[in-house]
C-alpha cells in the first residue's frame, strides 16, 4: 500500500493547486522541486543498496558497522 501520491497525481491535486496558488509558486517550478527531491532521494537509496551489497559480499553482516550517506 503507497501512501505518497506521484507527482502527477500532486500536481493534479485540489488541496495543492490551491496551495500553489495561494502562494504564487508556478505549478512548473513545483514540478521541479519534486523532480529533484526524488533524483536526489533515488541517489540516496542507490548508495545504500551498493553499502548493503558490499557488505554482503565482504561477510559482514549488513548494519554491524556505521553507514557514512552523504
Do not use: C, W
Amino acid at each position: 500500500m503507497r501512501s505518497d501520491l506521484t507527482i502527477h497525481e500532486a500536481i493534479n491535486d485540489p488541496m495543492i493547486v490551491q496551495l500553489l496558488q495561494a502562494d504564487n509558486v508556478p505549478v512548473a517550478a513545483f514540478v521541479q522541486l519534486l523532480q529533484s527531491a526524488a533524483r536526489i532521494q533515488k541517489v540516496q537509496v542507490e548508495r545504500e543498496m551498493l553499502y548493503l551489497l558490499s557488505e554482503l559480499e565482504n561477510g559482514s553482516r549488513p548494519g554491524s558497522s556505521t553507514i557514512n550517506v552523504g
